[in-house]
């Protein structure tokens, strides 16, 4: 009986001793700003957010035994004063014992990403915002990773709303060379080609085309044409545009040269000046449709050929029996066109507006600055005015940026604003007594016509100062016939007028 009573006071004492060691060994907590103190504990066990489950203090064992802990959840109400660990702190101390009271770490209110110091704070505006969260969204989810380069520390503009923006500034490629479409074909750049041009005037069984050459260069730049034997016994022009084209490097060359050495082909072929129904071809440009045979061809020419080039030279020389110096016919009063002279090294400038149906009017007025060369004279290859002509167009292709060269062609020539014919007073046979391009005086005797039966001569003096630009050669002449083109220097246009 007296064992029986014993029992129970001992087990009242054993876990009122339990209790009491319970507070001893719990650690003093200490205040932290970042965290707010734990008044109550709940009753129900604490859950972690991403870590198994801590139970508070599980109910106390046998006398001097710590509280166990377990992972498994109870339905009891512990009574205890202990503080709740969290799932970081017993995974992390694995090893702590009631013997030596665990050192709690504070986890901070706020988890804040690292911060790249490379960035400097710029003001964003309400669509840089909603990006900004979007990226922030994935660079905080798992798939996010650290291979993205970083943003380069530039300091961002600010607009006048305060907003900064920053400026993308394009990567720049250089230009690029493009294929060159004539007549229905495409030449690549850094080649040549040999295309035809039918105007569709011949019979169709015995039509040819008329060849036109092509240098496409291998850099971009301006389309020159070149135009020669319009009129088709004037020769010097086609040997001038061979030599130059066939002389012509496409990998060297920037933007796109055509030739057109022999555009009247029936009168080529004949010896004759004219087309094949007698007319002038350079007197019915721009042509039209549906016109003459004149007006087709030219209009043929004009829309498949010289509307699809910048710039125009047209080759011509003197016509029947009279020769030229090596010269430029230019409307001067049009600045595209006296921009363009400058360009020919030593080579003489004469001031002409052109006529109606010429083709270097025509395409002057359809936005083509367009100038007439004239060199030597019809029926013949001269070697020396053809030279001059190649090394003019060689210097326009330099001045245009086309071309590239080592060397400089004569000085460059004045510009004659005023010209005009001397005609033979009476008939019969011319003989010179100046050369082509000689500087004359007023009252100097240019040459002499002499009656071959009377043995009458009369002289032809110049009536002012200037220089011979074109001349008759000696041949059989009458009365009114022009025999000498002089031409006259004057610093300005104005002057000369």
Not at 75 to 85: A, C, I, M, N
Not at 471 to 490: E, I, K, N, T
């Amino acid at each position: 009986m007296r064992h029986s009573l014993l029992l129970p006071a001992l087990l009242a004492v054993a876990v009122s001793a339990g209790k009491t060691w319970a507070e001893d060994t719990t650690p003093a907590r200490t205040e932290s700003p970042a965290r707010s103190e734990t008044t109550d504990i709940p009753p129900d066990p604490v859950v972690a957010d991403d870590g198994p489950q801590v139970i508070a203090d599980s109910p106390a064992g046998p006398a001097g035994n710590p509280p166990e802990k377990t992972q498994e959840e109870t339905s009891g109400t512990p009574d205890t004063s202990s503080e709740t660990e969290t799932a970081q702190a017993g995974e992390d101390n694995p090893s702590i014992t009631p013997d030596e009271p665990p050192t709690v770490t504070e986890a901070p209110a706020v988890i804040e990403l690292p911060e790249d110091e490379s960035v400097e704070d710029i003001t964003a505006s309400d669509t840089d915002l909603q990006r900004d969260k979007s990226g922030s969204e994935e660079a905080t989810s798992p798939s996010a990773t650290d291979d993205s380069p970083d943003i380069a520390a530039e300091e961002a503009p600010v607009n006048d709303s305060g907003t900064a923006s920053i400026e993308v500034i394009p990567e720049t490629q250089p230009a690029q060379a493009q294929p060159f479409r004539l007549l229905s074909g495409e030449v690549l750049p850094g080649t040549t080609a040999r295309l035809g041009w039918s105007p569709g005037i011949q019979i169709a069984g015995l039509s040819k085309p008329t060849p036109v050459l092509v240098v496409n260069g291998n850099k971009p730049g301006p389309a020159l044409c070149m135009t020669g034997a319009v009129h088709g016994d004037e020769l010097n022009g086609i040997e001038i545009i061979r030599r130059v084209i066939y002389d012509l490097d496409p990998a060297e060359l920037s933007g796109t040269v055509v030739g057109i050495p022999i555009v009247n082909l029936q009168g080529f072929q004949q010896g004759s000046r004219y087309l094949a129904d007698r007319r002038d071809l350079n007197r019915y440009f721009p042509g039209s449709e549906d016109g003459s045979l004149a007006h087709r061809i030219a209009h043929s020419l004009f829309e498949q050929v010289i509307l699809n080039c910048d710039m125009l030279v047209d080759i011509h020389t003197g016509s029947l029996k009279r020769t030229n110096l090596p010269q430029l016919r230019a409307d001067m009063d049009n600045p595209k066109v006296a921009e363009l002279t400058k360009g020919f090294d030593g080579m003489v400038v004469v001031h002409s507006s052109g006529g109606a149906g010429m083709l270097r009017t025509a395409a002057t007025e359809a936005g083509v600055p367009t100038v007439t060369m004239e060199v030597g004279e019809s029926m013949r290859i001269q070697e020396d005015h053809i030279s001059a002509g190649v090394n003019s167009l060689i210097s326009l292709m330099e001045k245009q940026g086309m071309t590239a060269r080592l060397f400089q062609w004569g000085d460059p020539e004045p510009v004659y604003y005023q010209s005009h014919w001397i005609r033979a007073n009476q008939g019969g046979i011319l003989f010179s007594d100046v050369e082509l391009g000689a500087y004359v005086t007023e009252g100097t005797i240019l040459g002499t016509v002499s009656d071959p039966i009377t043995n009458e001569q009369s002289h032809i003096r110049a009536d002012a100062d200037g220089r011979v630009i074109g001349m008759a050669v000696d041949q059989v002449v009458m009365a009114g016939f022009a025999a000498y083109h002089l031409g006259s220097r004057a610093d300005t246009e104005e002057s000369a007028e």
